[in-house]
């Protein structure tokens, strides 16, 4: 079959819902404003939807939506209808006493000038996560389930169609080349590893409750792991209905 692509998605800030679109821009750091804000709390830890030597958890984040407004600064919807924005002064009273929503690389609140807190990346590994359909309809397999499994659960930026469960592991060490063709520049991308997943896929979300089953079934098949993590080789667009080639 000619692979394609069927999603894409990316989450303004971490561990919060996202966005779908037709089309994204990728640079060098993924998709542009992927995983670009975070919650960060006072001890300078990330919150998350885990504890981690990182990351910070804090209940409910996959309850509240993120979205960039027409100046491209976050805007986090909450479950009561809420909106917050940088400097929002609710922000910690609703996640925690210190707790700032800080762009990736901001120092931070009264640090000294030169400070390098707050310049590590969001990322939990990789600009840029992928995954095949085949995967998802094996997973709902593995579960007992009818359906495939909800990629919402698994937060992955590109959704690609293939036949054969587990395929896109195939593709770790080699180029992965998306969309071009008509003058314009393909998106390269290269495998690097597979991704190792955690709490986050058990945990509710709008329209998909708690299953505590998922992280279970990958723990006990799959190694815990499901879809890979990329390297972006060459930035481009890309857009569903792209073409995908991998070399």
């Not at 971490?14 to 919650?39: I, N, P, Q, Y």
């Not at 504890?51 to 407004?69: K, Q, S, T, V």
């Not at 030169?114 to 095949?132: C, F, Q, R, T, Y």
């Not at 279970?216 to 990329?230: E, P, S």
Request: one cysteine or more; charged letters at 30%.
């Amino acid at each position: 079959m000619t692979l394609k692509v069927v999603g894409l998605r990316r989450f303004p800030v971490k561990s919060m819902l996202g966005e779908e679109h037709d089309r994204l821009e990728f640079d060098a750091t993924g998709a542009v404003g992927d995983r670009r804000w975070a919650l960060r709390c006072a001890d300078g830890k990330l919150g998350s939807g885990k504890n981690h030597p990182r990351f910070r958890r804090i209940p409910g984040l996959l309850e509240h939506h993120a979205a960039y407004d027409d100046e491209g600064l976050p805007v986090i919807t909450a479950p009561d209808g809420a909106t917050l924005r940088p400097g929002d002064p609710r922000i910690p009273e609703r996640f925690g006493d210190g707790v700032e929503l800080v762009r990736e690389g901001e120092a931070a609140a009264g640090s000294a000038a030169g400070s390098v807190a707050g310049s590590e990346g969001h990322k939990d590994v990789s600009p840029v996560s992928l995954i095949g359909t085949a995967s998802l309809r094996a997973l709902g397999d593995l579960l007992g389930d009818a359906d495939p499994v909800d990629v919402r659960r698994l937060r992955k930026n590109i959704v690609v169609e293939t036949d054969e469960p587990w395929f896109e592991e195939s593709w770790i060490g080699r180029e992965i080349v998306l969309g071009g063709g008509h003058g314009t520049e393909p998106l390269r991308l290269r495998g690097i590893k597979r991704v190792k997943r955690c709490v986050m896929v058990t945990q509710a979300q709008p329209g998909l409750p708690a299953d505590n089953r998922v992280l279970k079934t990958l723990t006990a098949a799959r190694g815990m792991c499901i879809g890979i993590h990329t390297d972006v080789v060459t930035p481009a667009p890309l857009a569903l209905g792209d073409t995908v080639v991998v070399r």
